[in-house]
Nanobody, 115 residues
């Protein structure tokens, strides 16, 4: 089965930065779209950012100007650079990848923003 493994989460102070990684067991050259989602306790899972194979990106309004999504198709890894973190960014963050006709999810990595 296809595996997506997120890493890079942790505890950070407000205003700090983290970079999340998503290591994929499939070649990303076959993946049309990769995305990052987050889910806070008791809340739904929401789209944060998405990037196509051609490099087009979309961001949620809540993270525009602070987060940057990227992908390395040679290393089969996706990334989410998170800057100027706020307490409301605290959530479990999930990677997904969409080859044609399919969608896969990682297990999530926890990000906690607190002083």
């Amino acid at each position: 089965q296809v595996q997506l493994v997120e890493s890079g989460g942790g505890l950070v102070q407000p205003g700090g930065s983290l970079r999340l990684s998503c290591a994929a067991s499939l070649t990303l050259f076959s993946v049309d779209s990769m995305g990052w989602y987050r889910q806070a306790p008791g809340q739904q899972r929401d789209l944060i950012a998405r990037i196509t194979r051609g490099g087009s990106t979309i961001y949620a309004d809540s993270v525009k100007g602070r987060f940057t999504i990227d992908r390395d198709n040679v290393k089969n890894t996706g990334y989410l650079q998170m800057n100027n973190l706020r307490p409301e960014d605290t959530a479990a963050y999930y990677c997904n990848a969409c080859p044609p006709g399919e969608r896969y999810w990682g297990q999530g990595t926890q990000v906690t923003v607190s002083s």
